[in-house]
């Protein structure tokens, strides 16, 4: 219970910061992008979506009574959810709505919560796109700037992170090749493809990427040198070869396989939601097809195995 109120304070902090431009510890806005209380790092948004699977697991694991705590969990999820959509992560905003569509389906006692929890959640956003309410700008940058950096389109602007002030400005629009979410994502991705092929078998080592491009100074021949390649199923690929890929792979197949096996199986309903939750969790955390952090980082790296040893435990309770 601690645990959610303490979230519960990170997201209101979270919305703070964007409706006054300040959060409670006196934390600018950065980059037009709120972070609330992690500052500098703007990992607000990759947090909550991290957490939020092991938020909803203890409240089955606690035995909340979710009927009675409609009205309380929807209002907790809605602001959950908002804030995510304001820290402008457009993959974080991703997987939550990823995470929302298998809960409602895989998981029957939050199906009206979550239901109601994105109906409040579309009202808002459309309040603050209609009101211009808050200090940034997140519409534009998750749903306009994804498209331009996608299809590598763009006005000749300034600053594109921001709506254009002058509507009457005449622009020019630019169109080249379409690429993998952005030219930087598209860059590390062809950079970390060149390492793979190089070091087929066991690749670069753990994060082996960002001693490559220390090593080059940062100026590949090909691609665009980075920390790591922000996408968890190249970066294996790339630092740790075939080697790493087939474990990687073999992991993500044997969950989803027990995750079906459970979905048809006809046990406890509590232990069912119980592992139907945490598995969406991790597939959620691992989900290959979006930017990603750096899957060997300290604290993305306890978050994946926290979740594994809860797995472990759920898997043990369905086939001891």
Same mark, same amino acid.
């Given at each position: 219970?601690? =645990?959610?109120?303490?979230? *519960? #304070?990170? %997201?209101?902090?979270?919305?703070?910061?964007? $409706? +006054?431009?300040?959060? /409670? &510890?006196?934390?600018e806005?950065?980059?037009?992008?709120?972070?609330?209380i992690?500052?500098?790092?703007?990992?607000?948004?990759?947090?909550?979506?991290?957490?939020l699977?092991?938020?909803?697991?203890?409240?089955?694991?606690?035995?909340?009574?979710?009927?009675?705590?409609?009205k309380?969990?929807?209002? =907790?999820?809605?602001?959950? *959810? #908002?804030? %995510?959509?304001?820290?402008?992560?457009?993959? $974080? +905003?991703?997987?939550a /709505? &990823?995470?929302?569509?298998?809960?409602?389906?895989?998981?029957?006692?939050?199906?009206?919560?979550?239901?109601?929890?994105?109906?409040?959640?579309?009202?808002?956003?459309?309040?603050?796109?209609?009101?211009?309410?808050g200090?940034?700008?997140?519409?534009?940058?998750?749903?306009?700037?994804?498209?331009?950096?996608?299809?590598?389109?763009?006005?000749? %602007?300034?600053?594109?992170?921001?709506?254009?002030?002058?509507?009457?400005?005449?622009?020019?629009?630019?169109?080249?090749?379409?690429?993998?979410?952005?030219?930087?994502?598209?860059?590390?991705?062809?950079?970390?493809?060149?390492?793979?092929?190089?070091?087929?078998?066991?690749?670069?080592?753990?994060?082996?990427?960002?001693?490559?491009?220390?090593?080059?100074?940062?100026?590949?021949?090909?691609?665009?040198?980075?920390?790591?390649?922000?996408?968890?199923?190249?970066?294996?690929?790339?630092?740790?070869?075939?080697?790493?890929?087939?474990?990687?792979?073999?992991?993500?197949?044997?969950?989803?396989?027990?995750?079906?096996?459970?979905y048809?199986?006809?046990?406890?309903?509590?232990?069912?939601?119980?592992?139907?939750?945490?598995?969406?969790?991790?597939?959620?955390?691992l989900?290959?097809?979006?930017?990603?952090?750096?899957?060997?980082?300290?604290?993305?790296?306890?978050?994946?195995?926290?979740?594994?040893g809860i797995?472990?435990?759920?898997?043990?309770?369905?086939?001891?």
């Amino acid at each position: 219970m601690l =645990f959610i109120i303490f979230i *519960f #304070l990170i %997201i209101l902090d979270g919305l703070f910061q964007f $409706s +006054f431009g300040k959060n /409670l &510890l006196g934390f600018e806005i950065k980059k037009n992008r709120i972070s609330g209380i992690f500052d500098t790092e703007l990992i607000l948004g990759s947090y909550l979506i991290k957490v939020l699977p092991l938020i909803t697991w203890f409240m089955f694991y606690k035995n909340l009574d979710f009927y009675k705590n409609t009205k309380i969990l929807a209002i =907790f999820f809605s602001t959950y *959810f #908002l804030c %995510i959509f304001i820290t402008g992560e457009r993959a $974080s +905003f991703a997987l939550a /709505l &990823l995470f929302i569509i298998l809960m409602i389906f895989f998981v029957k006692p939050l199906k009206k919560i979550f239901i109601f929890s994105l109906l409040n959640s579309f009202i808002a956003l459309i309040i603050i796109f209609f009101f211009n309410f808050g200090k940034t700008d997140p519409i534009n940058r998750i749903f306009i700037k994804t498209f331009n950096q996608i299809t590598n389109q763009y006005y000749n %602007i300034d600053n594109r992170d921001t709506l254009v002030e002058n509507k009457g400005e005449e622009k020019t629009l630019n169109k080249k090749k379409t690429l993998i979410f952005s030219e930087d994502h598209h860059g590390h991705y062809l950079l970390a493809f060149d390492i793979f092929k190089k070091n087929l078998i066991f690749g670069v080592g753990p994060k082996g990427f960002r001693h490559y491009c220390r090593s080059i100074d940062y100026d590949p021949p090909i691609g665009i040198c980075s920390t790591h390649p922000h996408n968890y199923l190249i970066q294996i690929a790339a630092e740790t070869g075939l080697v790493g890929l087939a474990l990687f792979s073999y992991v993500i197949f044997f969950i989803i396989a027990k995750f079906i096996k459970c979905y048809n199986s006809k046990i406890s309903e509590n232990n069912k939601f119980l592992f139907n939750t945490i598995t969406i969790g991790i597939l959620i955390n691992l989900f290959p097809l979006v930017p990603s952090g750096n899957f060997f980082n300290n604290w993305i790296s306890i978050i994946n195995y926290y979740f594994l040893g809860i797995y472990f435990y759920c898997y043990n309770k369905l086939y001891r």
